[in-house]
């Protein structure tokens, strides 16, 4: 079946260091990966996607690109802010999934000022 | 600016004790679901429904009910709570894979749940 797979955390970094999180992924077919954010407190939103292999999805300096040939789409972010403490999920969306959302288990990330 | 509500947002309950989490979304989905988030384990699926009337199971649906009986609505039933069921629960929805397995999920914002 369709899974996810994403780096364990917690990670801790510094204010303006580089942010990698990886997420690779086991999905039958063409599936599209998204990046989804939770702020403390609060609900999942999307912070990006991707819907085929080679797009680069970004937004708010964050990127992931689509890689088929690793099954990956890693998130990366050039140089971190305190605002961007949150947990990230990395999920996949697949026509064979029947409608269903498979999420990773999710990365704390947290930044030092 | 409505998107998906759940209610309520807290709630105590007692072991054995039945409630229903609400939840609604005014953007004509047709994908609704319900998640579980506990720590350590990021987001399971207890049941999703893929357009009115139709309903299925998710990764862990014992111990709940769902029916979807409006596009719009999609509460979830507890109806016999047990401590194993203290987590944080969210209701998503998105337009259909029909349209495109690129279709972006709203979230509402968690009901927090704690039985005793």
Redesign the interface.
């Known amino acids: 079946g369709n899974s996810v797979t994403q780096m364990e955390g917690p990670v801790t970094l510094s204010e303006e260091a580089f942010l990698t999180i990886n997420c690779t992924y086991t999905a039958t077919g063409y599936p599209s990966l998204f990046w989804y954010v939770q702020y403390p407190g609060e609900g999942l939103q999307l912070l990006l996607k991707a819907t085929k292999a080679d797009d680069k999805g970004s937004n708010k300096g964050f990127e992931a690109t689509y890689r088929k040939e690793t099954t990956s789409f890693h998130l990366e972010k050039g140089s971190v802010q305190v605002s961007d403490s949150a947990v990230y999920f990395c999920a996949l969306s697949s026509y064979s999934s029947a409608s269903k959302i498979i999420f990773g288990s999710g990365t704390r990330l947290s930044i030092r000022p | 600016n409505a998107g998906?509500t759940q209610t309520p947002k807290f709630q105590v309950l007692k072991t054995g004790q039945s409630m229903t989490l609400q939840c609604a979304q005014d953007m004509n989905h047709e994908?609704m679901?319900w998640?579980r988030q506990d720590p350590?384990?990021?987001?399971r699926?207890i049941h999703?429904s893929?357009g009115a009337g139709i309903t299925?199971q998710?990764e862990v649906p014992n111990g709940y009910n769902v029916s979807r009986s409006t596009t719009e609505d999609f509460p979830l039933r507890l109806l016999s709570a047990a401590p194993s069921q203290t987590s944080v629960y969210?209701c998503?929805s998105?337009y259909?894979?029909a349209r495109?397995?690129?279709?972006?999920?709203y979230?509402?914002?968690?009901s927090w749940l704690t039985v005793v």
């Open positions: 998906v994908y679901s998640y350590g384990m990021g987001l699926l999703y893929v299925d998710g969210f998503a998105s259909s894979n495109g397995s690129g279709n972006t999920i979230f509402g914002e968690g």
